[in-house]
Each structure stands twice: as C-alpha cells, then as structure tokens.
C-alpha cells in the first residue's frame, strides 16, 4: 500500500510524468478499445445478440447529440462516446485492489477539462465567428467579467468536481479498511458499492456538462433558445 | 498532492489518441452498418413499391387482354353459329330440290309407264277386235255393217278410261 498523495514520478526529456497515472491511463485505454473491439467486430447486416445493444447505445447517443447540438454537432458525438467510455472505466478501475484510477490525478481531469473548453472555444469561434466572441459583452460591455469568471470556471468545476469524488472514494476506501478490523469488512464493502455509483455518476455528468458546454457552442442561432 | 506537470499533456494526448481510436474503430463501422442497412430498408421498400405498381399494371393489362379475348372468343362463336345455320339452311334448300326433281322424275317415270300400258292395250283391243270381227265375219255379216261395229267397238273403247277396264 503506497502512501496516499505521494506519486511516483520518473522525467523524461526535462519533463515530469506521474508514472502511475500513466500506466493506469494506458490500461484504461486498453480495456476501453478491447471492449470496444469486441463489441463492434463482425457486425452483421441483421443484427443479433450484442450487436443489438451496441446499435441502440450508438444510435441512442446520436440522437442525444443531435438534439442537444443539432446536425452541425454530429461529428462531436464519438468524442462524447470516448469521453464517457473512459471515464466510467477510470473511476471503475481504482476500485480493483493494487490499481488506482486515472481520474484520482487532477492532471487527468484537468487535462479533459480544458480540452473540452478549449474544444468549445474553438468550435464556437470556427462555427460563428464574431458573433461568437460578442456574445461574451451581452447584453451590455461590463458583463465580460462575469462571462470570464464563468468560462474559467466551467474547466475548474468540471475537474475539480470528478478529481474530488475519485479521490475521496479511494482514500476512504483505504481509510476504511485500515480503520476496521479485518472481521469488519461491512463499511469498506458499503464504501465500494457506492463508489460504483459515484463512479458511473460523476463520468455522466463530466460527460453531459461537456456535451452542454459543446452545444453551446457548435449550436446554430435560430436553434438556441 | 496536487502537482500540475507534464502528465496533463500527456493525458489530453492520451484521450485524443483514444478518441481516435475509438471514432476509427468502433464508432465509424457502427454507423456505416446502421446507414447500410437504412439504405438497404429504404431500397426494398422502393422496390416492393415499384414491384406493386408493376403488378397493378400487369393485373390490368391482362384484365383488358381477357376482356378483349372474351369478346373476339363471343364473336367467334357467333359466326360459326351463323354459318352452320347458313349451311344448314343451304343443305335444305338442296335437299329439298333434289326430292323435288326425283319426285318429277318419278311422275314423268309413271307417265311414260302408263302412255306405254295403254298404248299396249290399245293394240291388244284391236287384235281381240279383230279376232272378235273375224268370228262375226265367219258368219256372213255384211262388210260395211262389220267395219262399223268395229269401229263403234274401238270408240267406245277410247271413252272409257283404260285403267277402269276389266281386262
């Protein structure tokens, strides 16, 4: 059991990486594409089995993506699949015993979350132009502050919210099981059951604030309302 | 505990990578299945449309075609009839001629017959008269007396009719 906070770090190139973060990410990345594998080879033209569920998840989040963003935003939802996909299984994977998750890194989180507003900005500025910028002095000039307070908010609360539910959840699981005796396993076994769920949870809604954030963004005016 | 450095990058970099990945492996062949089998849905109900009309189309020209049958098969039969019953009636009138002529033949047959019958009679009376003359003469009758019985005999012979005679 390693010490909670300290991280292993190795340099490389003149730049520090947490190693351990790293490798999670990887083998995170490694489950997520060998499902993602099994799931989507040998599709059929009649479909059968789990092709079924695959078909209706993917045309599922199309339609959730397209309402949200409209067709201009179509081209976002495997981004939106990859988000999801991979935040469920970092905030699952920290709950197997010797691995930890990404997520509990706020490198990791912050990473995703200013991609994301980084991805809004850009999408915004590409898709509406001007117009896009002016909309941050509406309805008059002075609002520019509060509009900056919300846009360097928005990858702040987006990280900090995920980053603090994994981490506590990990830490509280070694908590408890250092607290309780080892006859005593109800608490921890409580603690995991729940962080199952913070887990699913916490990934939806890093996932549906971006989707949000996005369809602010990708949108066409006579759409918004 | 809560160190920015390098990994930042290094996980943004990672989830492109990953979206990639996953856009280029499983979202794309996904969505290019379920377009392929709308394109596919869309094309058999385009030809089940079409094959209906097609159908509906033949279903009519047949219709028409029977009717057009039906109707030459009608006047058809009506010609035959009205040529049998021509034929017929041809046969008749030819039948009826053909009695008509053996029936004159048959008359002019029994013309003939009986001319002949009565020309024989006549013959037979004259050479009965004769002899029957010959007999009066054997007892010394006048001549011109026994000329004029006989002829009064041969008279009195042509009057009557000679089917009536009792010979």
Known sequence: MHEIGVREVVHFAGLTFNWETLCMTWLTMAIVILISWLATRNLKMIPTGWQNVVEILVSWLDTQVSSMMGKRGLFLAPFIMSLFMFLLTSNWLGLIPTLSSPTNDLNTTLGLALLVVVLVHVLGVHMKGGHYIAHFFKPTPVFVIINAIEEIAKPITLSFRLFGNILAGEILIIILLKLMPIWMPIPSVLWLAFSIFVGGVQAFIFTMLSMAYLANAVKEDEEES | ?167
Not at chain 2, 109 to 117: D, G, L, N
């Open chain 2, 1 to 167: 505990m809560i160190d920015i450095n390098a990994t930042l990058i290094a996980q943004i970099l990672n989830f492109l990578i990953l979206a990639g990945i996953l856009r280029a492996f499983a979202y794309k062949p996904v969505v290019r299945m379920l377009k392929a089998r709308q394109d596919r849905i869309q094309e058999s109900l385009d030809k089940a449309d079409a094959d209906a009309e097609e159908a509906d189309k033949l279903l009519a020209e047949y219709k028409a075609k029977l009717a057009e049958a039906n109707v030459k098969a009608e006047n058809i039969v009506l010609m035959a009839e009205k040529r049998a019953s021509e034929e017929r009636e041809a046969k008749r009138a030819e039948v009826k001629r053909e009695i008509e002529q053996m029936r004159k033949a048959a008359k002019a047959e029994i013309e003939r017959e009986r001319e002949h019958a009565v020309q024989q009679l006549r013959a037979e009376m004259i050479t009965l008269s004769m002899a029957a003359a010959g007999k009066i003469v054997a007892k010394n009758m006048d001549k011109s007396e026994n000329e004029a019985l006989i002829t009064d005999f041969v008279k009195e012979l042509d009057k009557d009719k000679i089917g009536d005679l009792p010979c």
